[in-house]
């Protein structure tokens, strides 16, 4: 069994421990935390919201947390930190909770919670596994971030910086197509894929496997997605985020599209569609559709405008040109990201074996 000192009434500020800054002059609010501490919101108890303070100095906290610390003589506080992860301490938290609508973890019930530990020796080999792959998976995030980075400077630079061959509208490109119509909750769940607001609106290229079903009877009217057609969100909550759109390279044929989204069937043989993936996600791009959007709670984008506005393309020679440097880095970013993901369940995957 781990064993924890007690309660000293300490509490973070946050989570992660960022603020350490007083808020007014009421200083019977704030205590002290110390390092290699834990703390937790008796309110919000769960598996990863349990903070370590791994700061030098003391930090100033507030009174809305618990906080705690281990017998360091017996528990290593790096291991102790990564069992707190498991789902096995969540099943735990549960069970020692109180409360209706909202559960809470309060410190004598906590303390309660009992689990058996290996050495001290052994709890610094694992702590130390832990580590190097908690290092690892923040190191991929930053070189995602980067190259996300990257590619976003880059295609900005690429759309700025070409001699113009034609000024076309989106109704020039091909023939716009609304999404669903008619569904309600019953409707999705099963069926035929569909693909949502989400995966228009946060990916450059969407495929069947990112989509959800939806059941459309062999009656129905429905519009489909064509491989190669350029999808737009047609509204959101600023105006900023109206208009972002992506390019189905999927090869199913029966894949419909969100009601909230509408489509163009790209016909226009001036244009290569992949291309345009990169070119609506672009700030030229975006500052030309921002004042398209309409509205005062919810924005939505005037359709009929932004189908009848020109913009300069490049080439087709050039289109392509764009597309595979960009593209490049496109693929780049999908193996940092499953790479990212495979150490993700690995980390995950030896948290349950080790703490069974």
Sequence with gaps: MFSVTNDRGFVP?????EDREMIGTDIK??????????????????????AKYNGVEDCMISSLYVCFDVDRKRINSEWFFHLLKTSKMNFYYNLNGEGGVRIYLFYPNFARIKSSYPTKAEQQKIADLFNLLTKRIETLIRVIEDLQTLKKAINDYLQAHFEPEFYLSFADLGTEFSGLSGKNAQDFGSGDPYITYVGVYAKNFVTENDCGLVTVLPTENQNKVNNGDVLFTLSSETPDEVCYGSVYVGKALNVYLNSFCFGVHITNSNVYSPYLAYFINSTIFRKAVFPLAQGSTRFNLQKSDFLKKRFSFPSLERQIEIFSTLNTLENKLQIESELLDQYKQQKQYLLQQMFI
């Design 13 to 17: 500020q946050s989570e992660q421990f």
């Design 29 to 50: 609010a704030y205590k002290i935390i110390h390092n290699g501490e834990f703390a937790y919101n008796p309110a919000r108890i769960n598996v990863g919201s349990i």
